[in-house]
């Protein structure tokens, strides 16, 4: 007989709720951990990259288990043109080995890993079914708290406390009164192509070891004069794809993100990475890139907020972030068990945790970035621009002497838009893509 | 339903989707889109165009058969006119492990 009290039940399956699942069922509390797809990861897609560090603090050596694609050894930013790229890169081999870096993972396998983790631990994973909304009960004359949800199936379930890991469009989070609006220029629209290709072209094509990856980062071209990004990731027998930009640059230039990713695909310099390759998978899904403006209130009686749903997302770092504020959550719920209270008066801890840590730092520097690249829209256009310019004039073998040649390209560069934008275009392309 | 690229390509092919009998997607109030918007730019930046516009009867089509849940539709609209509910548990996209 399954019990239809939990001590917490958690919606969603994703990074965030099975990362704090785990740590729950580890502390014996009793959970629910509530799915609406028929398995996780059917639902939604990443970049991406599973990172090493984080993700340990959840599973220790979850790389011996985990169905992760290949260790990433290279990392790449590129400035992509028409028919050019400036590159910046390294690789490390450092990384192919325990304790690794980062690991190039596909949703559709790691997720169900991952929540199956959670249930190993003890935790109850409900699937194929959906949350419509909260159920409160009164804890004073006018003061209630979140006591449970309500499924599709119009059954209602309780517990102390819920945890809500709903991804991006947090209907539920709006309904709780914890985030107003989001503007939509403050949403970024992916979309995404697996293509399918033997592990030996791909090694070849990359000058990859069976045992390595890489994961390129692009601005310019990919984005079809959106401000927003391209990146490609070598799985063991598949390439990710993906491009995206901020909603409101799409509306506004009128592409659509299929359009976009066909474009990307023809590029001259990307065309020759996927050639043959099959394509296997089209996703799509929007992340919220607002940062420190739009972080909502991330508790209320009775219930907390993760991943995300909660905005956690730092330049290309989301499903790590979204794994820690589990780990945060999962142990105030803990401690509030223990103190027999859950409501905001230790639930409160929830969020101190949060904005005390790492990456609030990096959401706050952020800050300046993000509205940087939304009042100049043009900032990734023209930064690719120059440099793959400059760059031609620089690699041309030709008759003028260096010193013509430098004062050339300097000059071009002046003319196209005072230096002082240029350095600090490059200052934040290069701090949105970078992990801190 | 209008093509995506010249060659009749269609991103649906990739993708499994089990087809809910009721809508998850409705058009809040039609005459806002024929009477307001101007561009109509749900027709676009929907990755997979669930949304066309039908000239015989001056309406937005809503072809949520299509859709595989980005949850960009509602905060694209801007005349915040889309209502956007996810599908019932079980129904909707289902991204396979392996591709399709």
Known sequence: METDRYNAIIVGAGPAGSAAAIRLAQNDLSVALIERGERPGTKTMFGGSIYVEPTSRVIPEFWKDAPLERPLVTDEFWLLDRDSAVKVGFTGLKYKRSPYNKFSALRSKFDPWFAQQAVNEGAHLMTSTLVTDLVYEKTGLLSKKVAGVKLDSGEVIHADVVLLAEGASANLTEKAGLRGEIEKSSMFLYAKEELALPAEKIEARFNLEPDEGTNVGMIGYPTSGVAGKGGLWTNKESISLIVGGYLNQIIKKGVNPYQMISRFKAHPLVSRLIKGAETVAYKSRIIPKGGYESLPQLYDDGILVAGDAAVMISGRRGTDLAMLTGLYAADIIAQARAAEDHTSRILKGYEKKVMNSFFMKNIKKGKGGHKYQKEHPDTDYLLTKAANDAAYKFFKVGSKSSSEKMKKIRKEILDMQPVKKTVKDLYYALQDWSVF | ?100
């Open chain 2, 1 to 100: 339903m209008p093509n995506f690229l010249k060659n009749n390509q269609s991103p649906l092919e990739y993708v499994t989707i089990k087809v809910d009998d009721q809508s998850h997607i409705n058009i809040k109030d039609q005459k806002k889109c024929l009477n307001q918007c101007e561009n109509k730019p749900c027709t676009y930046y929907c990755p997979t165009r669930v949304f066309s516009w039908d000239e015989q009867s001056n309406k937005i089509r809503v072809d949520y058969s299509r859709c595989i849940e980005c949850l960009a539709c509602p905060f694209g609209c801007p005349l915040n006119n889309i209502d956007w509910n996810f599908p019932r548990g079980s129904y909707g996209v289902i991204y396979q492990p392996n591709g399709q």
